[in-house]
């Protein structure tokens, strides 16, 4: 919901709204799967869960993958976001779509899971390879951190990113029908 609500966000916010449906579509998929890419390290991850054979394949995978691991670093962001524009890059002009925005896109959504990984008591391993698990606000205040799946997620966090994702398409309603609708 985060990399979504981010996602759109910035396109919203950041461009003038003119007739780009595949862009719009678009963006909605990407910030999708870039948001729950960094999951693709564990079995449970969302992810695996939307593809065919996705849970077998991810239980083979979380074997040789700890959760919360090159995927979760600034090395495995980097080359997942650097093998994204090429596939981007990849794509026919004819499709019409933006690489560079949606690339924007890809690298809002991602990075805004690896901040949310990074307030929760986990943290995440930034430095991978180098093990130590970094989260914000650094130890030793790590005690005002998240616990993942506990009250404050479920009943603060949650309901807070979806007002802010309706609150967005209430408010940006005529930007989105002119980005939709001929
Ligand atoms: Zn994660």
Do not use: C
């Amino acid at each position: 919901m985060i990399g979504m609500t981010s996602g759109l966000g910035y396109l919203l916010l950041s461009q003038d709204a003119f007739y780009q449906p595949a862009t719009f579509a678009s963006v909605i998929v990407i910030s999708y799967l870039g948001s729950l890419l960094p999951d693709i390290d564990t079995s449970t991850g969302d992810i695996w869960h939307s593809l065919p054979f996705g849970h077998s394949v991810g239980k083979v995978a979380s074997n040789f993958l700890e959760h919360r691991n090159l995927t979760h670093s600034l090395l495995g962001f980097g080359l997942i976001s650097w093998g994204v524009l090429a596939l981007l890059h990849a794509m026919p002009t004819y499709w019409g779509l933006d690489a560079n925005t949606l690339w924007i896109i890809f690298i809002i959504s991602y990075g805004s899971h690896l901040l949310a990984d990074m307030i929760t008591v986990e943290g995440v391993p930034l430095l991978f390879p180098y093990g130590r698990m970094i989260g914000i606000p650094p130890k030793p205040f790590h005690g005002i951190r998240i616990v993942t799946g506990k009250w404050f997620e479920n009943l603060v966090i949650f309901p807070i990113v979806n007002l802010a994702l309706i609150g967005l398409i209430v408010s940006k309603w005529a930007e989105i029908k002119m980005m939709i609708i001929k």
